[in-house]
């Protein structure tokens, strides 16, 4: 038997408890890895709470990311062997993260560098990859172009900043707080706006000299979305990965053309299933960010796993900054 986090019933307020539970076996192409660190994520809150396409049957465990040490491997798990430290992510269908120990497909899976601790290792995979999605293989951003990144100081946010800036760009950044806006600077974004007390419309005008963005990347949806298709250049691109708002945005078919934007838009967990050559290429390529010393992943909080309600509590309230960390 191991300690698990479980959810009984889909709620706004996610009531998740420990329990214990038998240990899982690993599968064909699975991992069976001992926990050290479970990153939290807002997918794991929406699933909760029912709003994910796709729920799981209950009960269930959730969290989507996780990094260990390799126990055992199943048939057709590749190179991994016991005692290797990995981090990585699982099929949506799966979830189980937050537990002590949880089975990962292997190609899902990298390896975790000498130089990270395993509570950073398991806040990488997930909003690394998302923004290497974003910024490149949806966004496709080049060099000298400025980007607009919204939430800049959430786990994908504080990601994608540092992405960005590896690839040459000039970035915006919004946030709710000056305080979240000051870190969002340390990690290298150019331009901040307080979205709280600020308008990012008429700001990024003025930061643009009334030209607008290249590229927006919004998991917000609703008004920001729509906001941030009036915030573009001609040819500019929009990227959609989330609705943190609840809402979806409308789109103006006019206004698209008069500019010539494109909008665009994917589901990490879509994709690993519908095109995981997609999401092993950007795994790579965050791999090797990872490995250049161009990014790190950001924790603003680690809590003990039996803590996943308090985690999901910082979420509601907007009180965290990059990623948050369950340790078993």
Known sequence: MMRAIQINEFSETAELRQVEVPEPKPGPGEVLVDVKAAGVNYADLLMCRGGYRGKR????????????????????????????????????????????????????????????????????????????????????????????????????????????????????????????????????????????????LEEVKKQTDGKGVDLVLDSVGGEVFEKSIRCMRTLGRIVSYGTSAGKEGSVQPMALRHHAITISGFSFGSLSVSNPEIVKRAMNAAQKLLASSKVRPVVGHTLPLKEAKAAFDLFIKRGNFGKIVLVP
């Open 57 to 200: 049957p209950l009960p269930f465990t959730p969290g989507f990311e996780a990094a260990g040490v390799v126990l055992a491997a199943g048939d057709g798990a590749g190179e991994w062997h016991a005692g290797q430290r990995v981090m990585g992510t699982v099929l949506r269908e799966t979830c189980a993260c937050y537990a002590e120990k949880a089975r990962m497909p292997a190609w899902l899976l990298l390896p975790v560098p000498e130089q990270l601790s395993f509570e950073e290792a398991g806040a990488f995979p997930e909003v690394f990859i998302t923004a290497q999605l974003a910024l490149h293989e949806f966004g496709h951003l080049a060099a000298g172009e400025t980007v607009l990144i919204h939430a800049a100081a959430g786990g994908v946010g504080t990601a994608a900043v540092q992405v960005a800036k590896a690839a040459g760009a000039r970035v915006i950044g919004t946030a709710s707080s000056d305080e979240k806006l000051r870190k969002v600077k340390e990690l290298g974004a150019d331009v901040l706006i307080n979205y709280a007390t600020q308008d990012f």
